[in-house]
């Protein structure tokens, strides 16, 4: 039972132009989400995260959304460049869970020249 | 650089044998993670740690035992190596609700 989804395995996108990727989760309970953005051999790294109490959170050319109703977050990427070409993943928690996080399968993203 | 580093990078190893990853961190972080990544599963947590001598089970804990005597070390052991624990194996620590991640160790079990 995946209760964290990314249901696009692969998105390619031209450069310049903008990247959407989505993930979508079934715990009413998780209250903070998180992305990470992985390059082949090497570990995640944390790109932007956001809290349940928030819709928005942006960092640069990085912004997340988030829409409780629905169980939806999407991460935008604006404008997408060469090395944004990684996979991508939505992780979740839920407060007294000790930092556990809970991992959708990743989305590889591909930017086009 | 979260200062985290993972020994082996790679290992090949025999069905049956027990192997030991190592993950060591300089930052001094009470929370520690393994985690296994298969094509098509994202990450799995296998083991986590919140403090010295204080660890639980994962997700896909089965086959596995981990120790953290020290703040800084946090092993991984896999008690008789089987094929399907070939896989690449992530070592992670938290700062409040980001998790760090290692470089990774690729196990492979023939």
């Known amino acids: 039972d995946q209760q964290v989804k990314q249901n696009s395995p692969s998105l390619s996108v031209q450069e310049g132009r903008i990247s959407i990727l989505n993930c979508d989760y079934t715990?009413?309970?998780?209250?903070?989400f998180l992305w990470y953005k992985k390059y082949p051999a090497e570990g995640p790294t944390f790109l932007i995260s956001i809290s349940s109490i928030k819709d928005k959170n942006e960092d640069g050319r990085f912004t997340v959304f988030l829409n409780k109703s629905a169980k939806h977050l999407s991460l935008h990427i604006v404008p997408s460049q060469p090395g944004d070409s990684a996979v991508y993943f939505c992780?979740?928690?839920?407060?007294?869970?000790?930092?556990?996080?809970?991992w959708g399968a990743g989305t590889k993203l591909i930017i086009k020249p | 650089d979260a200062g985290i580093t993972q020994s082996p990078r790679h290992k090949v190893t025999e069905t049956g044998t027990p192997v030991t990853l190592r993950c060591h961190q300089t930052e001094n972080h009470r929370y520690m993670y393994w985690y296994r990544q298969d094509p098509g599963h994202g990450l799995r947590l296998i083991h986590y740690s919140y403090g010295v001598k204080d660890t639980d089970k994962g997700e896909v804990s089965d086959g596995y035992s981990v120790s953290r005597s020290k703040t800084e070390d946090f092993l991984l052991t896999l008690e008789s190596a089987t094929s399907s624990q070939t896989s690449v194996y992530f070592c992670?620590?938290?700062?409040?609700?980001?998790?760090?991640f290692g470089p990774g160790t690729r196990l492979t079990v023939l």
């Open positions: 715990n009413s309970m998780f209250d903070y």
């Open positions: 992780a979740a928690s839920e407060t007294d869970s000790n930092y556990q996080l809970i």
């Open positions: 992670a620590i938290s700062q409040i609700n980001e998790q760090f």
